[in-house]
T-cell receptor, first 115, second 111 residues
């Protein structure tokens, strides 16, 4: 079946602009995660959804970052007033029910470049 | 101190070699452990889970030492296709679902 998909695959924006990144999880997966990966580093957790609700948003770096999952499927990560330091690959992952032993399946990521 | 620490490498080994990667984690309450593989400009993919009793999957063997807070991955008979970055991953405790990644160890298998 289809894996996790993310759009756009690449996004170039100017400092101060607003961006939205979209994630389509694997069908039937209730848990959805956003991570951010900078060059030479491992992915860093941003936020975790269980169904429609954000169960853990402790990784969001500041209030410029916000994410929603209104119908418990597709999620959108929103970044306001982008800064050059926001440049990274934004990865989305999903898992079936969200238990801690479950495999998280990652999408191909959105490469964000803030000029 | 980082929660999960790995030697960044790169490890350059010839085909057929055996190579081992180590990883240490700081949170003694950590509950789940994994090795993920990431190819250049691709997403991470689960390689294997790591259990206290140790586990093997073909040429790959993973070990966990809870007392020393240490995880290892052994790759036997390296193939060119094993060239990738190997990410050590920990789930800190049962209350959290987020994966905590190390920075990764890069492996380059040479012909």
């Amino acid at each position: 079946g289809a894996g996790v998909s993310q759009t756009p695959s690449n996004k170039v924006t100017e400092k101060g602009k607003y961006v939205e990144l979209r994630c389509d999880p694997i069908s039937g997966h209730t848990a959805l995660y956003w991570y951010r990966q900078s060059l030479g580093q491992g992915p860093e957790f941003l936020i975790y959804f269980q169904g429609t609700g954000a169960a853990d948003d402790s990784g969001l770096p500041n209030d410029r970052f916000f994410a929603v999952r209104p119908e418990g499927s597709v999620s959108t990560l929103k970044i306001q007033r982008t800064e050059r330091g926001d440049s990274a690959v934004y990865l989305c992952a999903s898992s079936l029910t969200g238990t801690f032993q479950e495999t998280q399946y990652f999408g191909p990521g959105t490469r964000l470049l803030v000029l | 101190r980082k929660e999960v620490e790995q030697d960044p490498g790169p490890f350059n080994v010839p085909e057929g070699a055996t190579v081992a990667f180590n990883c240490t984690y700081s949170n003694s309450a950590s509950q789940s452990f994994f090795w993920y593989r990431q190819d250049c400009r691709k997403e991470p993919k689960l390689l294997m889970s790591v259990y206290s009793s140790g586990n093997e999957d073909g040429r790959f063997t993973a070990q966990l030492n809870r007392a020393s807070q240490y995880i290892s991955l052994l790759i036997r008979d390296s193939k060119l296709s094993d060239s990738a970055t190997y990410l050590c991953v920990v789930v800190p405790h049962t209350g959290r679902r987020a994966l905590t990644f190390g920075s990764g160890t890069r492996l380059q298998v040479q012909p």
